[in-house]
């Protein structure tokens, strides 16, 4: 409607134009001074001149359009201060078929500005998730340092402790607070251990090994400490140092006890052996021996060498047990039968020291599942301890009970009794009781041993009660797994 009204007015003024010249040639003057026209060449010439104001319109109009559109975009962002902000005011040239070059130009600039915007916005989701990633991974990382038991260090190239996990304090013995900042020498007193953390910071290797031993604190509170020292980069002269603490005393503790474990063994096979071969170079000599020396003889190397197979046995069973390999066999078991069966083994070493043997067994005890052979070495153990550590003419008491969930062998002597600190060592390996009244009882120090780690197996226990010179009270307690015939009491 806008372009009619224009095209409407510039006819207008063109045919108005056209009168005016009509008319002008209708005077004097302009019939002595101009050359004469005539009617339908004036009309022709109208007609003319308005197409051709019309197309000079449209060819203005068409270029002045794209230029107002522009220029309308440029005044509305011209107040507004943000620039990401006045790129969201802009809007693209019409497309049409009127459209011109510089139009198209401009929404080829908006396009290229829209893409440029989206690359910023990605590179920053990106950069904003890379640095999540980064903070989470850091803390994450932190998290699973600090929940090392290894002490985790690291140092500056000067030596400075830029980070340290919280395992240090307990195995150094300071707050995190007194050594972070610091310089590593100052954190450790143990001369061996500032040399080698000074070669590792002076890029030394006047040590042949990047690890060292030391030894913090004396006695029952001693603690092993192995450092390991590795450098981050392969230039020597300018690198941080990662130093690496760990606790190591338990491992100490077992290669000590795997050594005198090893040292118990080979002692208790060196005097069977001994006697062995004492007595057959007896038997092999050339000298005449009656028949009761000789039979003294077999006996002896008979004894030692059961003595030798029990021990062969027990560290078997030891390695078993320790390595988890140890199986029971289970079965239906009549128990008191068992027990009397173990009371009727003992009877004999009872007797050649004058013992007093008291039973007393529950009239209705159930029969368990459990491994028969192995209970029997339990209990066979238990008596036998009982008989060996009892002076002549004492007495040892076999007693047997039940609750609604358990049954209970108690073996009781008037024997000479344990120390109340050696209670709590009598079931570890090897471990004797240090008295003169015992100094000559022979044991391999296992059978305790064996015998506790036997009934754990079944899901029981052993107590053991004692005052010196008063005797000792051992109390099994094995879970009824069995609800079968309840036998009546053993034959005593």
Known sequence: MRHNKIITIINL??????????????????????????LPFLVLLTLLSTIAATVAFFAVHRRYRTLRAVEANLEKIAPIDAPEESLTH??????????????????????????????????????????????????????????LPDGIILTDTTGSVTLANRSCEGLIGKPLSEFIGQNILDIFEDP??????????????????????????????????CLYYHRLTHNSENSDIFLVIRD???????EGSR?????????????????????????????????????????VINEETSRMIRLV???????RMETGSLVLEKNEVVLDRLVQNCV??????????????????HPKLPNLYADREKMTVVINNILTNAIKYTAEGGTVFIETNIDDNFVYIKVA???YGIAPDDIDKIFEKFYRVNRKETANITGTGLGLTISSEIVTLHGGTIDVSSELDNGTEVMIKLPITITGPVLGPANS
């Open 192 to 225: 061996q251990a500032r040399q080698l953390l000074e070669c590792a910071l002076n890029a030394k290797s006047s040590l042949p090994d990047n690890h060292l031993e030391i030894t913090i604190g004396s006695g029952s509170g001693k603690t092993v400490l």
């Open 90 to 147: 802009i809007e693209p040239v019409p497309v049409g078929s009127n459209i011109t070059s510089a139009g198209k130009g401009w929404n080829k600039l908006l396009g290229a500005i829209d893409q440029i915007q989206n690359k910023v916005q990605t590179t920053q989701s990106e950069k904003s998730m890379g640095q999540f990633l980064c903070s989470y991974d850091s803390q994450r990382l932190l998290v699973l340092i600090d929940s």
């Open 344 to 361: 009727n083994d003992i009877k004999a070493s009872a007797a050649s020291k004058k013992i007093t043997i008291q039973t007393n067994y």
């Open 248 to 254: 190591i005393t338990q491992q100490k503790i077992s």
């Open 13 to 38: 003024i063109v045919i108005s134009q056209l009168v005016t010249v009509f008319f002008l040639y209708r005077t004097d003057w302009a019939s002595s001074h101009l050359p004469p026209i005539s």
């Open 313 to 319: 046995n027990d560290v078997l069973d030891i390695s």
């Open 259 to 299: 050594d005198e474990f090893v040292a118990h063994v080979s002692h208790e096979l060196r005097g069977p052996l001994t006697n062995i071969r004492a007595y057959a170079e007896t038997l092999l000599s050339d000298m005449v021996l009656d028949a009761v020396t000789q039979k003294e003889a077999f006996n």
């Open 413 to 415: 002597d008037t024997g």
